[in-house]
């Protein structure tokens, strides 16, 4: 049994993104089969596809190399809310009045494109 004196000196020393042993047993393995490369392409693909969809919409999207987009757009989140569609307030990181909006699958931006 652990005391909280004990419980919070350990929590203070775990990593914030700690990863468990079963996952570090399994990461070579997945390595294996990994196709980086390919994934990038695929996600760079679709973020194309989602930026022309924001764009084609009159939204200015500020695109990088992520899995993401940044679209300055007050009360953007609250519209796509309303159709089940989620997408990340930005105001926490300084950025009031923007969205972050994840490459979506497919059927996502399908969705997406019919809230907007």
């Known amino acids: 049994y652990l005391i909280a004196d004990d419980v919070a000196r350990f929590g203070r020393r775990q990593p914030h993104w700690s990863v468990g042993s079963l996952a ?3 990461l070579a393995d ?3 089969h990994a ?3 390919g994934w990038a392409t695929a996600i760079a693909g679709a973020r194309d596809k989602l930026v022309g ?3 084609s919409r009159g939204f200015a999207v500020q695109a990088a190399d992520a899995p993401w987009v940044l679209v300055q757009a007050p009360g953007l989140r609250e519209i796509l809310a309303s159709h089940g569609v989620l997408v990340r307030d930005c105001t ?3 950025l009031a009045g923007t969205a972050r909006v994840a490459v979506p699958d497919a059927a996502g931006l399908e969705r997406l ?3 907007l």
């Open 92 to 94: 926490s990181f300084g």
């Open 24 to 26: 570090l047993a399994l």
């Open 113 to 115: 494109a019919a809230a």
């Open 53 to 55: 969809v924001l764009e």
């Open 30 to 32: 997945l390595l294996d």
């Open 35 to 37: 196709d980086p490369e």
